[in-house]
């Protein structure tokens, strides 16, 4: 089932969610213990700023899977797995900080959904 069709959750404070930031519809806010997926999209100035290796690391530090690339179109796309309340951190900094040379516009989120396993073992940078 997919979370937008979740009742919103009782805490509100932290959410960032995909379709209204009052209502949070990540599994964690609803009291469950599945894993998350976050598939992304990031446009600004994020190439050539050491955009992605920044944003391994601090999904490293967060204990997330997953990879990001650069795109022929000056974007840099990816997929980051695991705690949801980490994939919320994540997709916050995403917004507003990423690596200190770069200028983010705007996050896309592509696709957010609950998920059985995770499908990496580690957080990679692709060519």
């Known amino acids: 089932r997919s ?10 404070t932290a959410a960032v969610c ?13 009291g469950g213990d599945e894993e998350g997926l ?11 700023v050491f955009f992605r290796k ?6 490293k530090e967060l204990g997330l899977v997953g990879h990001v690339r650069n795109t022929s ?9 695991g705690d949801p309340s980490k994939l919320r951190e994540f997709e916050t900094w995403l917004r507003t900080t ?5 200028r983010i516009d705007r996050l896309d989120v592509t696709d957010r959904k609950e998920i059985d396993s995770l499908a990496f073992e580690s957080f990679d940078v692709r060519k």
Request: charge should be positive.
């Open 3 to 12: 979370w937008e069709q979740r009742a919103p959750a009782r805490d509100l």
């Open 18 to 30: 995909l379709r209204a930031p009052a209502a949070c519809v990540w599994p964690t806010c609803q």
């Open 38 to 48: 976050l598939q992304l999209q990031v446009h600004g100035k994020v190439q050539g």
């Open 54 to 59: 920044h944003t391994q690391k601090k999904a």
């Open 73 to 81: 179109k000056g974007t840099v796309t990816g997929e980051a797995q």
């Open 98 to 102: 990423g690596s200190p040379s770069s």
